[in-house]
């Protein structure tokens, strides 16, 4: 049964990188057709679909978001990882890794599988 788990800091300065990992168990992130995606919620908002990485490492990413984002992945760790740029106050959340299956990430119910999700505040 594969089980997802977000790791990284509670706490980020305003202007700073805020960065996350994933760590993926019980299945592997290169599997074919599935989709590694990230996904937050600010406090007393809904969910909010960032962008995924691919099993074949190809990355996709929502045009919404105003902070430069990227999603990267380690392979070997079975790992992905979010980096979010000059980060402000509207980045607090909690922050949720997913997967789902498919030709392309659509997210909403087609993520099947969540991790627990970790809050990420950004103050100073």
């Known amino acids: 049964q594969v089980q997802l788990q977000e790791s990284g800091p509670g706490l980020v300065k305003p202007s700073q990188t805020l960065s996350l990992t994933c760590t993926v168990s019980?299945?592997?992130?290169?599997?074919?057709?599935?989709?590694w995606s990230w996904i937050r919620q600010p406090p007393g908002k809904g969910l909010e679909w960032m962008g995924a990485i691919a099993y074949d490492g190809s990355t996709h990413y929502s045009p919404s978001l105003k902070s430069p984002t990227s999603i990267s992945r380690d392979t070997s760790k079975n790992q992905f990882s979010l980096q979010l740029n000059s980060v402000t106050s509207d980045d607090t959340a909690v922050y949720y890794c997913?997967?789902?299956?498919?030709?392309?990430?659509?997210?909403?119910?087609?993520?099947?599988?969540w991790g627990q999700g970790t809050l990420v505040t950004v103050s100073s």
């Open positions: 997913a997967r789902e299956w498919g030709s392309r990430p659509r997210g909403g119910r087609y993520l099947e599988v």
């Open positions: 019980g299945g592997s992130i290169t599997t074919n057709y599935y989709f």
